[in-house]
C-alpha cells in the first residue's frame, strides 16, 4: 500500500480495519459512533455475506479531492425541480429497510454521533456547470452495514421528502467517498441543498445525488422507475 496521502485522510486503511472487525470476530471495534446508533455493543453482530464484503475490500478507486482552498460557493446553483421540502428536524427519521436484516430508523442524534467525513470536490450538473463543494457526513457504507444487507440486495433507492427519487447500484453506493452528507462549505447544510440530509459523491453526476433523503430501500432488481430523471431518458449509472 503506499504511503498515506494527507489529501485522502487514512481512507484505505480505515475500510480494511472496519472489514477485519466485520468478517473476523464479527464485531465492529474500530467504530465507536456505530455502537453509540445501535445502543449497546450486544447487537453489533454481524452475519457474514460474502458479496458485501467482497464489494467493501474491492480496492476502490478513489477520486483525488481538493484543498478547502479550492472551494467555490457561488459556482454551486441550487437545482430544485419540484419544491423546498419544509423538514421538521427534531421529528425528522431516516429509514433503512428494504432487503436488509435489520431495518433502521434513526434520527439526526445517531446520524451525527457515526464517524465523520469530510472531502472537497467537484459537483458536476448534467445542464453543463459544476462548482468544487466541501460535503461533510456520514459514509453510506457504514449507515448500509448497520443495516444488515440481505446476500442478494443490489441496488438500493433514495427516496426524498419533495418526491424525488434515485437508484444506485449497491458498489457505487459502498464507495467510500459517497455520503450522506449534513454539511456543506463547514457550515450546516443550508435547506435548498438539501438539509437534513443529501447524497455527495465524486463518483455520480449532479442528478443522482438526491438531496432531503428521508427513505433508503435496498433490492435485489432496479423496479420500472429507475430516477427522477431517468425516468425521462437521462442516464442510469451516470458516472463521473
Ligand atoms: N430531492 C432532489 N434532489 C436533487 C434535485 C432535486 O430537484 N430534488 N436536483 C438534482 C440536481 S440535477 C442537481 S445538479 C443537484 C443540485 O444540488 P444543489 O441544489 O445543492 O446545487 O441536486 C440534485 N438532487
Ligand atoms: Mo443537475
Redesign the pocket.
Known sequence: MSPPDDTFDTLPRRSFLRIAGLTGAGWVVSTAGLTLVEGGVGKLFMPVNDRLDALLLKPHKLVPEFPVSAIEPAA???????FVPRIDHAAFRLTIDGAVNKPLSLDLTALQQMPLTSMVIR?V???GWAAIVQWGGVRLSDLIQLAQPKAEARYVYFQ?A?G?YESWDLASVLHPQTLLAYQMNGAPLPT???APL?LASPIKL??K????VAGITLASELSQQTG??EDQGYEWFAGL
Not at 445525488?209 to 432531503?212: I, L, N, R, T, Y
Open positions: 454551486l446553483l441550487e437545482n430544485t425541480f419540484r459537483h450538473c448534467v445542464e426524498s419533495d424525488y435548498k441543498n438539501g443529501r449532479g442528478y445525488q438526491s438531496k432531503w427522477y430523471w
